[in-house]
């Protein structure tokens, strides 16, 4: 698999990543057997970026995957994140971006990889009550003392990209990329990483799933599924999402690839790294398979002519976690 930099201190992963959110929480039932061997397919494929959070379960998803390393540690690149709190039995709080809850969580994350340091440790969500400089200099710290080797931030505004920067460079930036969210495009995200070197990393590039072409009804979710909260798994707004989805299947039939391989090969194309989440190896399998597809400017401009910026409906979460988003 190509290897690409995320920014400019070093930091290399494959071009494909994986979200390992799924194995622990919020998509239906898990298998941790099943779990265990898509992440060791992984490895075995050259998908190197591991992602989770100390959020993700809470806690399981880092416990998961600190057994999936033991004894290999140096295969992967560990991603996990801060700032949203949660207290030792899993009772969540809310945001906090305070330098005294970034140096606790970090070491509670330490603890439950069984590891001795994050190689990429993100600010899960900006705190409106804490100057952003102020918490990525408690990050920075963390830096200092080897516990960190760098450092990101998940969901910020352009202004807010660059103040953290400042402080600290940032080796990437995690947000939501896809043909169903190109809003980063649009809002001076995009053009603040290039200009100041950051790295993309691209959550749900599949649209939750949605443009795997795999989808075809709501009631297909289990109850503890958070899709079917989604608004755009809602109504009127699913109807015409599938719609959209209905015309990317049909360009990915004509290049002889699956709907999540185009998706993905476009994000690839825009310079991501997506981390598709996936707790099965099949489908682990299909999406690396992404990494060997070449787009041409022709295909490029056909993509853009079904799904453009806007195409999809209804809002990326409901109304209540909206409000954490672009800080």
């Known amino acids: 698999m190509e290897i690409r930099a995320l920014g400019g201190q070093g930091l290399e992963v494959g071009a494909e990543g994986l979200g390992l959110m799924g194995m622990s929480a919020h998509y239906g039932a898990t298998d941790e057997t099943e779990s265990l061997a898509t992440i060791d397919r992984a ?175 709501p009631d297909d979710f289990a109850a503890d599924d958070f899709r079917r909260t989604d608004p755009r798994f809602q109504g009127e707004n699913f109807d015409r999402n599938l719609a959209v989805v209905d015309r990317v299947r049909v360009l990915a039939a004509e290049k002889g690839v699956t709907p999540s391989q185009l998706a993905l090969a476009w994000t690839l194309r825009m310079g991501a790294v997506p981390i598709p989440g996936t707790k099965r190896r099949r489908y682990l399998e299909e999406n690396v398979a992404a990494t060997a597809v070449t787009l041409t400017d022709a295909d490029l401009a056909s993509i853009d002519a079904v799904a453009p910026h806007g195409v999809v409906s209804g809002d990326r979460y409901a109304p209540e976690l909206m409000a954490s988003l672009n800080g």
């Open 43 to 217: 490895l075995a494929l050259g998908v190197t970026l591991l992602d989770t959070a100390e959020g993700y379960g809470p806690f399981l998803n880092e416990q998961l995957l600190g057994k999936a390393l033991r004894g290999r540690r140096a295969a992967a690149v560990i991603a996990t994140k801060t700032g949203v709190e949660f207290t030792d039995d899993g009772s969540f709080r809310g945001h906090n971006g305070t330098p005294d809850y970034i140096r606790r969580s970090a070491d509670r994350s330490l603890r439950h990889l069984g590891t001795d340091h994050i190689d990429l440790y993100y600010l899960h969500r900006v705190d409106p009550a804490v100057p952003i400089e102020e918490s990525i200099g408690a990050m920075a710290e963390l830096v200092a003392a080897g516990k960190v080797g760098h450092i990101g931030i998940c969901e910020a505004a352009a202004g807010t990209i660059a103040r953290a920067h400042a402080v600290h460079p940032l080796a990437a930036v995690q947000t939501e990329y896809s043909l169903f969210e190109r809003g980063i495009e649009h809002d001076g995200v995009r053009e603040t990483l290039r200009e100041l070197g950051i790295g993309l990393v691209a959550y749900s590039p599949l649209g939750r799933g949605f443009l795997s072409g795999a989808v075809t009804s």
